[in-house]
């Protein structure tokens, strides 16, 4: 199950370097990021860090993903280590139980980011 959740979100990709995005929709499988016309290949393996931000703290999430397929506007990414903190983070998101977590059209970011969690 995938939600539309509006979420800031870096790329790390081989040969380009570090891409800034933010994600159309999430599910605990995956995510699709509008990046605008950059191009990733089928079947690269990403790195992916999202800041959420909680009442009580933040926390920058890591990730690893493959690109599954591409749009002109961006990427559809699937999971491929995925921690156990980043798992209970993303169901709290999707849940509905970390409203600060998404940034809704019109809403500041989340930002400053505090500890990482993940890969």
């Known amino acids: 199950m995938r939600k539309p959740i509006a979420l800031d979100v870096t790329l790390n990709y081989r040969g380009l370097g570090l891409i800034s995005g933010k994600t159309q929709d999430v599910g605990l499988g995956g995510m699709f990021i509008n990046v605008g016309r950059v191009q990733l290949a089928i079947n690269a393996l990403v790195d992916i860090t999202f800041p959420v931000k909680c009442?009580?703290?933040s926390m920058l999430c890591k990730a690893k993903a493959l690109v599954v397929h591409h749009r002109a506007d961006g990427v559809g990414l699937m999971f491929s280590e995925l921690d156990t903190d980043v798992r209970q983070m993303l169901r709290r998101?999707?849940?509905g139980q970390v409203d600060t977590?998404?940034?809704r059209p019109g809403l500041a970011p989340?930002?400053?980011p505090g500890?990482?969690?993940g890969i």
């Open 55 to 57: 009442p009580t703290k």
């Open 93 to 95: 998101v999707l849940n």
């Open 101 to 103: 977590a998404i940034t």
């Open 110 to 112: 989340a930002s400053s």
């Open 115 to 117: 500890r990482a969690i």
